[in-house]
């Protein structure tokens, strides 16, 4: 095929698998060749805990008392009403903020959110901020709605913002910045000092170039949280904000698709920037997202799965890694440990870890080389059958004291 007869990033995208794909991949080889019990996979964020109870009832009850159009047909464009309403009500109750349905975009899921929100504000050549380590699809879903994505390192003792290199990396074409918390591949929550203070910075340059940054905060571990820690709601720090949310994560649906932007009726020109939204997600073919789905969110909201086990998982495995003398940041959310490689080039790590039937994904696709990513929405019982192999892991490198 010659080159200009399609579209030569697309192809790429479609021809290179994401490293977490291929590790996933090698991880059922080497099942098929040692058993399913003796490989340790780490490499994908997929939820181990079922969706709460009255997501099966609900479901059921749907199927029986719901028929056709009303269940099966298209919904308006930007979701059903009395779904966004549902949605807006939970919001403003549970977080104290003003919120309208007319301001809530039903979509599949965080990625669409995501891509939807990018393409509504970004212009050509604009620049949207991430701060490291970040989710890996975000510099694809940034670059396809024309922009740049710039990197921003975060303190890598807490994996909080460095506000200095955020102030370094801003420029006349920043458009957004993207806030992740809990933060996938880290787990760490960003305090409320942090965003108080990320807020009144971004406050303060938009006023200067008298032009908004935007805050694109993408929220699907926002339940994910452990030991009473609380996750800020955006909206109430700062008024340019638009909330990415999804229900992969906390109802265990990620295969259902479905989630919701929300912009904030304060911002500025609100009505504008919704329409927007509204026309990214006709351009991109992202209307009318899963209806069965949309009903079952509307008499399930507020409802999560219990996480309870995340948070043994987790105590369970830093502890041990720590004990083997690992270095992670706590993460007090999602289902990520961010570990230190104790060689520089975290590839070489991983390979060596895949020696013990480890498998961990290096944290260089996340902006963040020299770290792996250990993902432990896992069953406890692999967690602790995984744990000799750390042990050998550590003794390779001396780390045993
Ligand atoms: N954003 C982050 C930080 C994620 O970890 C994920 C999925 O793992 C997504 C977005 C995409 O979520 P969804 O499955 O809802 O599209």
């Not at 059922?28 to 399913?36: D, F, L, Q, T, Y």
């Not at 997501?55 to 059921?60: A, I």
């Not at 199927?63 to 549902?86: C, F, I, M, P, W």
């Not at 806030?179 to 971004?202: D, H, Q, R």
């Amino acid at each position: 095929m010659r080159r200009m007869d399609m579209n030569q990033r697309m192809y790429e995208l479609g021809s290179k698998r994401s490293v977490i794909r291929e590790i996933f991949e090698f991880g059922k080889k080497r099942a098929a060749e040692v058993g399913a019990e003796n490989v340790y996979d780490f490499s994908l964020g997929n939820p181990s805990v079922n969706p709460p109870e009255i997501v099966k009832d609900t479901l059921s009850e749907l199927l029986s008392t719901v028929e056709g159009a009303a269940l099966h047909g298209y919904s308006s464009a930007q979701g059903d009403l009395s779904v966004r309403k549902a949605i807006a009500d939970y919001i403003a109750k549970t977080q104290n903020v003003k919120t309208d349905p007319d301001y809530i975009y039903m979509t599949c899921g965080a990625a669409a959110s995501l891509t939807i929100t990018l393409s509504a504000l970004c212009n050509a050549g604009d620049e949207v901020i991430a701060f490291t380590p970040f989710f890996t699809e975000y510099r694809v879903f940034t670059e396809t709605a024309g922009a740049k994505l710039v990197a921003v390192k975060s303190d890598e003792k807490t994996f909080q913002i460095d506000f200095d290199e955020l102030e370094k990396a801003i420029t006349p074409k920043t458009a957004a910045v993207l806030v992740n918390s809990p933060n996938n591949p880290s787990g760490v929550v960003y305090t409320e000092e942090t965003i108080k203070k990320l807020s009144a910075f971004l406050e303060k340059v938009s006023k200067e170039r008298g032009k908004p940054i935007y805050i694109i905060t993408d929220e699907p571990y926002r339940e994910l949280v452990y030991g009473g820690v609380k996750v800020p709601y955006l909206t109430a720090y700062y008024k340019n904000t638009f909330v990415c949310y999804s229900y992969s994560k906390s109802l265990s649906l990620p295969g259902e698709r479905i989630g919701y932007i929300f912009v904030n009726p304060e911002m500025e020109n609100a009505r504008q920037l919704y329409l927007a939204v509204c026309g990214a997600g006709r351009a991109l073919g992202y209307v009318c997202a899963p209806v069965l789905f949309q009903k079952l969110i509307a008499r399930c909201v507020g409802a999560v799965s219990d996480v309870s086990v995340y948070e043994k998982n987790r105590d369970l495995l830093a502890g041990a890694l720590r004990k083997d003398g690992f270095f992670c940041v706590q993460p007090d959310g999602a289902f990520y440990l961010f570990v230190k490689s104790p060689e520089a080039d975290a590839n070489k790590f991983c390979e060596r870890a895949k020696k013990y039937d480890l498998l961990l994904v290096p944290g260089d696709d996340f902006g963040s080389p020299g770290f792996v990513r250990i993902a432990y929405c896992v069953s406890p019982d692999m967690i602790r059958r995984s744990l000799p192999s750390f042990e050998k892991l550590a003794a390779e490198y001396e780390l045993i004291k």
